[in-house]
T-cell receptor, first 116, second 113 residues
Framework: EAGVAQSPRYKIIEKRQSVAFWCNPI?????LYWYQQILGQGPKLLIQ????????DSQLPKDRFSAERLKGVDSTLKIQPAKLEDSAVYLC??????????????FGPGTRLLVL | AQKITQTQPGMFVQEKEAVTLDCTYD???????LFWYKQPSSGEMIFLIY??????QNATEGRYSLNFQKARKSANLVISASQLGDSAMYFC??????????FGQGTILTVHP
């Protein structure tokens, strides 16, 4: 079974530029998560989708971050414009069912973003 | 906020010995799940073990076991017979009622030959 796929693996941009990350979850997984992991910290949830609906985006900086999961499968996370403090690893995860809780989340390899 | 605390920034263990990584958590929910993940230097988060708050037995998965003490709100990970490949960052996490994981700060484990 293929795992969670993410691209690109690395991205370097200058501040005020825009960037987009792509995630393809494990086939059949209804729930998809985007986490931000700043160096030296644990991951922090940015947004959670169940199928193509948003469950939680309370910690997503909506003035610059956006995310979509239009067909309930793959997802795109965008930052526009980027700030220096957005330098982090962006992790995508998915879980099987719609209930979310008590389900194991499987993570992709992450996208390492450096904003100069 | 529901906080997860990992008090050991770094731990060292000799190969083939056992090691315990500590985790305590806040919660007011009666039902929750606790997870441990391993993050090697490559960056991917690898699921290790899960414990449900209502599970009667402590979870085990191969060399990993979870020492779950509900009254003390602790969920320590025990790795038996450490291997060099166990060197990595380890994160404890607790889920919310709809799945969001809240992670601790992590513990860096170094296994010496």
């Amino acid at each position: 079974e293929a795992g969670v796929a993410q691209s690109p693996r690395y991205k370097i941009i200058e501040k005020r530029q825009s960037v987009a990350f792509w995630c393809n979850p494990i086939s059949g997984h209804a729930t998809l998560y985007w986490y931000q992991q700043i160096l030296g910290q644990g991951p922090k949830l940015l947004i959670q989708f169940q199928n193509n609906g948003v469950v939680d985006d309370s910690q997503l900086p909506k003035d610059r971050f956006s995310a979509e999961r239009l067909k309930g499968v793959d997802s795109t996370l965008k930052i526009q414009p980027a700030k220096l403090e957005d330098s982090a690893v962006y992790l995508c995860a998915s879980s099987l069912g719609g209930k979310g809780a008590r389900e194991t989340q499987y993570f992709g390899p992450g996208t390492r973003l450096l904003v100069l | 906020a529901q906080k997860i605390t990992q008090t050991q920034p770094g731990m060292f263990v000799q190969e083939k010995e056992a090691v315990t990584l500590d985790c305590t958590y806040d919660t007011s929910d009666p039902s929750y799940g606790l997870f441990w993940y391993k993050q090697p230097s490559s960056g991917e988060m690898i699921f290790l073990i899960y414990q449900g708050s209502y599970d009667q037995q402590n979870a085990t998965e191969g060399r990993y076991s979870l020492n779950f003490q509900k009254a003390r709100k602790s969920a320590n990970l025990v790795i038996s017979a450490s291997q060099l490949g166990d060197s990595a960052m380890y994160f404890c996490a607790r889920d919310s009622s709809y799945g969001k994981l809240t992670f601790g700060q992590g513990t860096i484990l170094t296994v010496h030959p």
